[in-house]
């Protein structure tokens, strides 16, 4: 078998830490096979950011349905000599048979709000903890990156350039789904393109300039071969190049489209590459700019009224340079119909089944979420819906189209200081209801001692 850095469907169930395979055994020696509730949140935001922009999760849920342990990968295991041969059969014949409730896809989300409730027996809803966390961690990381350099860009594109730098071919292939919910207008990665739907794009590399003994005759190659492209034109001199682009236009007849500027102070750069196209007459023309833009860089040349009509954006969104990471956790807070949770310092968990819902103002602007048991019920909007019933999806896989409209709707609802790209104050509210507190000092007196 070859391995090009995927999971092949086989191997699905061993992208595992060790440690829940040695807890699902334990259980089962044990005959703790009862019905249990994991809940996947994150504890705080990263820095400077105001929401995470929840996306990974509904997907997860359905790879969920479908995890096995065939015989070839049940041998692996076996060869640890660490599991005996009860849970080995068991393994083999998994099958989830849990219900799993899940945020929708681009779903503004908060500190503590659950992203996707697992209740299941114990064991299985154990086994699921790295897939799930590792899932939901790095698209929603990759979504909400976006989602702001989308917000800073003001309604002009912004295009995907980032694979080449990304943390391996699953990051950059599942990122570009995450970029279409979030608002991105193409990507340069066309596997990517192909699987999720979001429109390819490119330009070209200064190694074709460069591979040409003169840069006219370059531009000339590939603009006859690509009529309507954009030309890259800072390899050797930015403003000698765009002369070269309005020569070819306005006296050969070629059809270029746009001009990308990669280097040097862009936002200067770009103003006077319009003077010069304008007085040449080339107004429709469009500068295209990239060279490690961030939504910070985006901002500051919109505010100065740079004339760029859209931006390339490469690796400070695919690793998300600033925040890359999110506090998630994935914890037990029911078992055998009895609330658990954890008490660590910095690390409060509220036990139970939960249900997040969303309240509005008179405006139609999102107010305040409130966290509440999921046996209460509120005039709010319910975020959390059922996606996997007995172990079986309940509909679909999200329509990415219907899924990014949402998101835009969502994060066009939300107040004004939440979608800023530094910390907002104050933060968006999330109350936890009477009974879910309740719940928690009910349940955090049984374990404290007294």
Same mark, same amino acid.
């Given at each position: 078998?070859?391995?090009? @850095?995927?999971?092949?469907?086989?191997?699905?169930?061993?992208?595992?830490?060790?440690?829940?395979?040695?807890?699902?055994?334990?259980?089962?020696?044990?005959?703790?096979?009862?019905?249990?509730?994991?809940? !996947?949140?994150?504890?705080?935001?990263?820095?400077?950011?105001?929401?995470?922009?929840?996306?990974?999760?509904?997907?997860?849920?359905?790879?969920? %349905?479908? &995890?096995?342990?065939?015989?070839?990968?049940?041998?692996?295991? $076996?060869?640890?000599?660490?599991?005996?041969? +009860? #849970?080995?059969?068991?393994?083999?014949? #998994?099958?989830?048979?849990? +219900?799993?409730?899940? /945020?929708?896809?681009?779903?503004?989300?908060?500190?503590?709000?659950? /992203?996707?409730?697992?209740?299941?027996?114990?064991?299985?809803?154990? &086994?699921?903890?790295?897939?799930?966390?590792?899932?939901?961690?790095?698209?929603?990381?990759?979504?909400?990156?976006?989602?702001?350099?989308?917000? =800073?860009?003001?309604?002009?594109?912004?295009?995907?350039?980032?694979? $080449?730098?990304?943390?391996?071919?699953?990051? %950059? !292939?599942? @990122?570009?789904?995450?970029?279409?919910?979030?608002?991105?207008?193409?990507?340069?990665?066309?596997?990517?393109? #192909?699987?999720?739907? !979001?429109?390819?794009?490119?330009? /070209?590399?200064?190694?074709?300039?460069?591979?040409?003994? +003169?840069?006219?005759? =370059?531009?000339?190659?590939?603009?006859?071969?690509?009529?309507?492209?954009?030309?890259?034109?800072?390899?050797?001199?930015?403003?000698?190049?765009?002369?070269?682009?309005?020569?070819?236009?306005?006296?050969? @007849?070629?059809?270029?489209?746009?001009?990308?500027?990669?280097?040097?102070?862009?936002?200067?750069? %770009?103003?006077?590459?319009?003077?010069?196209?304008?007085?040449? @007459?080339?107004?429709?023309?469009?500068?295209?700019?990239?060279?490690?833009? +961030?939504?910070?860089?985006?901002?500051?040349?919109?505010?100065?009224?740079?004339?760029?009509?859209?931006?390339?954006?490469?690796?400070?969104?695919?690793?998300?340079?600033?925040?890359?990471?999110?506090?998630?956790?994935?914890?037990?807070?029911? *078992?055998?119909?009895?609330?658990?949770?954890?008490?660590?310092?910095?690390?409060?968990?509220?036990?139970?089944?939960?249900?997040?819902?969303?309240?509005?103002?008179?405006?139609?602007? *999102?107010? *305040?979420?409130?966290?509440?048991?999921?046996?209460?019920?509120?005039?709010?909007?319910?975020?959390?819906?059922?996606?996997?019933?007995?172990?079986?999806?309940?509909?679909?896989?999200?329509?990415?189209? =219907?899924? $990014?409209?949402?998101?835009?709707?969502?994060?066009?609802?939300?107040?004004?200081?939440? &979608?800023?790209?530094?910390?907002?104050?104050?933060?968006?509210?999330?109350?936890?209801?009477? %009974?879910?507190?309740? !719940? *928690?000092?009910?349940?955090?007196?049984?374990?404290?001692?007294?």
């Amino acid at each position: 078998m070859s391995y090009f @850095g995927e999971l092949t469907e086989a191997e699905l169930g061993l992208f595992i830490d060790l440690y829940e395979l040695s807890m699902a055994q334990a259980y089962r020696a044990e005959g703790m096979e009862e019905r249990a509730v994991f809940t !996947l949140h994150f504890r705080k935001l990263p820095p400077q950011r105001n929401f995470i922009l929840a996306c990974g999760q509904h997907y997860a849920a359905l790879l969920v %349905a479908s &995890l096995r342990f065939p015989t070839e990968q049940v041998e692996r295991l $076996r060869a640890l000599n660490r599991f005996d041969e +009860d #849970f080995l059969r068991w393994l083999s014949e #998994f099958r989830f048979s849990g +219900d799993i409730r899940v /945020m929708p896809e681009g779903t503004p989300v908060f500190p503590h709000e659950p /992203m996707l409730e697992i209740e299941a027996p114990l064991a299985e809803g154990q &086994l699921l903890e790295t897939l799930l966390m590792n899932y939901v961690n790095s698209e929603s990381v990759l979504a909400t990156k976006a989602s702001r350099m989308v917000h =800073a860009a003001h309604g002009k594109p912004v295009v995907d350039f980032g694979m $080449r730098r990304m943390h391996g071919f699953d990051s %950059a !292939l599942r @990122g570009v789904r995450a970029y279409r919910v979030a608002g991105l207008d193409s990507t340069s990665n066309v596997l990517g393109s #192909f699987r999720h739907g !979001l429109p390819a794009s490119g330009t /070209m590399a200064h190694s074709y300039i460069q591979a040409h003994d +003169d840069e006219m005759e =370059a531009f000339r190659r590939y603009a006859k071969i690509y009529p309507g492209t954009a030309l890259l034109v800072d390899t050797y001199d930015t403003m000698a190049g765009i002369d070269k682009v309005i020569h070819l236009v306005k006296s050969e @007849g070629l059809d270029v489209s746009a001009i990308r500027l990669d280097s040097g102070d862009l936002g200067q750069l %770009a103003k006077d590459a319009r003077t010069r196209l304008d007085d040449a @007459g080339l107004t429709d023309m469009k500068i295209v700019v990239s060279s490690g833009l +961030d939504e910070w860089g985006i901002q500051e040349l919109v505010d100065a009224h740079a004339p760029i009509d859209s931006f390339a954006v490469g690796t400070k969104l695919g690793v998300s340079e600033d925040a890359p990471v999110l506090d998630l956790a994935y914890k037990l807070t029911d *078992y055998a119909g009895e609330p658990r949770l954890k008490n660590s310092p910095g690390k409060k968990l509220f036990p139970g089944r939960k249900q997040v819902w969303r309240f509005r103002d008179n405006e139609g602007r *999102y107010r *305040y979420d409130e966290i509440g048991r999921n046996t209460e019920s509120r005039d709010g909007e319910p975020l959390l819906f059922t996606a996997v019933r007995n172990g079986q999806p309940v509909g679909p896989a999200p329509d990415l189209e =219907a899924t $990014r409209e949402r998101a835009r709707e969502a994060l066009k609802a939300m107040p004004t200081r939440v &979608l800023a790209l530094d910390t907002c104050e104050p933060p968006y509210e999330v109350k936890v209801s009477d %009974a879910l507190e309740r !719940l *928690y000092r009910d349940a955090l007196a049984k374990v404290t001692p007294h």
